[in-house]
């Protein structure tokens, strides 16, 4: 007679499933990022889907990464004068929204609002490409999928993030900038002084390395779950929405690990 | 021509082709008929490489098609999609030339745009139709344009899945007169997979049936209303009755 309670083999084979699907999917990942890799060095190079990606996904994330930089810019300047104020320390604003922007908030909100805008759109078209049979169309046509689709997204968020990082940048400390002036009492031209007087190459330059490793994370994921969507409306919704949640989790753990890398000795 | 020899394929437990042996002649047209869900799509795109059959062999020309060079194999094929499976982003013209626009021997843009224009009078649309996006066609506009895009590149073989799948009877008759000119005219060999009995007698010259994932019947298409086979009599005169299950 069988009693239906859990063996300890039964626990361990429902503990070890879902560990071997995540070995799995981590291993059809990193498979789909060596062969995109090689394409990249080999040609035949696509410029027209290059220069055609580069405006949907630099030129046009440009307005929801600049919104999301002003307004936090400008809450970072609150915040700060706020808390360093109980330290007698207002006139930290400045440099901590220079540096908080170009650190940490200019790449990776701006990774995470291109995550969401373009990891989506891309899954979403090469999803719905794959369930109405394009992309064996251009099998049949001679050309590589991965080839053409995949790999002119990727270069294109990974060339484009970086500019996209130093605008958010701009734009945030512009935000903070505003605000110190209209709400905080700071003169112009001294927190443009102390905004430039403690802001350092690398606070940029790291920033805008950041940036091209979270573009490069947002195409690949859109590109991945894309190619790999299941068929019909409900497939290409749940690779949509796959594209997004794991670029997002990837960006941020990416960011720990650069952040290690950058700025602990 | 083309060979098949026990081509098996599986996906998972449901075991979908379980041994097809079949030759379709150079210069022939082969129709190859079934219900929903038996295989015949599957089957066309083994002969194509976009699925790897589990085992058996495909020559091609007594060339196996696995061992050949890919991009060469390719190139000697046109394939009308069921969907007609147009490229959204890309103008009418554009989809038509695709191939001509690209690889090594890729023509100028001009030239390639005047033999998609040439390609889709053949098919019966006006030059006006090359600048439109897909999504701006109907149904019967979209196979056509499908079927220019299969021509463009003066194919040796073509490839029709379900041609007339989602058209009305008049375009479909249109569609089937279409492909058989362009066959006769062109000297291709051409495989269709349909269910749709008015394609069968308009485009084939051969036909062979295929269910349980084995092909049951094949022979010309003059001697199918006339084979005893109970699997292609239920199946050409749509009776419910039969050795093929109804409910699948």
């Not at chain 1, 890799?37 to 046009?60: C, D, M, N």
Request: hydrophobic share 50%; glycine share 10%; proline share 5%.
């Amino acid at each position: 007679m069988t009693t239906g309670s859990p063996t300890p083999a039964s626990a361990l084979a429902a503990l070890g499933r879902p560990v071997l699907a995540a070995l799995a999917s981590v291993g059809r990942v990193t498979l789909f990022t060596a062969s995109v890799l090689g394409h990249l060095v080999r040609p035949p190079f696509y410029l027209r889907e290059l220069g055609h990606a580069v405006l949907q996904i630099g030129w046009f994330s440009l307005p929801v990464v600049g919104l999301t930089a002003i307004f936090t810019g400008g809450a970072l300047a609150l915040q700060i004068y706020a808390g360093g104020s109980r330290f007698n320390a207002e006139a930290v604003v400045p440099s901590i929204v220079a540096i908080g922007m170009a650190r940490e908030l200019g790449p990776v909100l701006g990774g995470l609002m291109v995550a969401a805008r373009v990891a989506s759109s891309i899954a979403a078209e090469i999803g719905t490409m794959k369930v109405t049979e394009q992309i064996d169309a251009l099998v049949t046509l001679s050309t590589n999928p991965l080839k053409y689709l995949a790999v002119p997204r990727i270069l294109a968020a990974t060339l484009t993030m970086p500019v996209l990082v130093a605008v958010c940048d701009a734009i945030g400390i512009m935000g903070g900038w505003l605000v110190g002036i209209t709400r905080l009492d700071f003169n112009s031209a001294t927190y443009l002084k102390n905004t430039m007087d403690f802001l350092q190459p690398w606070d940029i330059g790291s920033g805008m390395v950041k940036g091209a490793v979270f573009g490069f994370i947002v195409a690949l994921m859109g590109c991945y779950h894309g190619m790999n969507s299941a068929r019909g409306a409900q497939g290409v919704g749940a690779a949509t929405k796959a594209a997004v949640v794991s670029a997002s989790v990837l960006i941020l753990a990416a960011n720990y690990i650069l952040t290690e890398v950058f700025f602990t000795s | 021509m083309i060979s098949l020899t026990a081509v098996h394929k599986a996906f998972g437990a449901n075991r979908v082709l379980c041994g097809v042996d079949l030759t379709i002649p150079k210069a022939s047209s082969m129709v190859i008929i079934g219900g929903s869900g038996t295989g015949k799509s599957v089957l066309l795109k083994c002969v194509l490489g976009l699925v790897s059959p589990d085992s058996g062999t495909i020559t091609l020309d007594g060339q196996d098609v696995t061992k050949t060079d890919r991009d060469a194999f390719l190139a000697r094929f046109g394939m009308l999609f069921q969907g007609a499976a147009l490229f959204d982003s890309l103008r009418v013209w554009e989809n038509v030339a695709f191939r001509l626009l690209r690889g090594p021997k890729a023509l100028p843009k001009h030239a390639a745009r005047d033999a998609a224009i040439e390609k889709l009078r053949r098919v019966g649309l006006k030059p006006e139709t090359a600048d439109l996006f897909p999504a701006e066609l109907s149904g019967g506009m979209q196979k056509r344009v499908g079927l220019a895009r299969a021509i463009a590149a003066e194919p040796e073989i073509i490839f029709f899945d379900e041609p007339t799948t989602g058209l009305d009877p008049i375009m479909a008759g249109v569609i089937n007169d279409l492909i058989r000119e362009i066959v006769v005219e062109m000297g291709v060999t051409a495989m269709t997979i349909t269910h749709d009995m008015s394609s069968v007698r308009a485009i084939a010259d051969h036909v062979a049936m295929l269910h349980d994932g084995v092909i049951q019947w094949t022979g010309p298409v003059k001697e199918m209303d006339a084979t005893p086979d109970p699997y292609v009599q239920q199946f050409i005169h749509g009776r419910a009755t039969g050795p093929i299950a109804s409910v699948r």
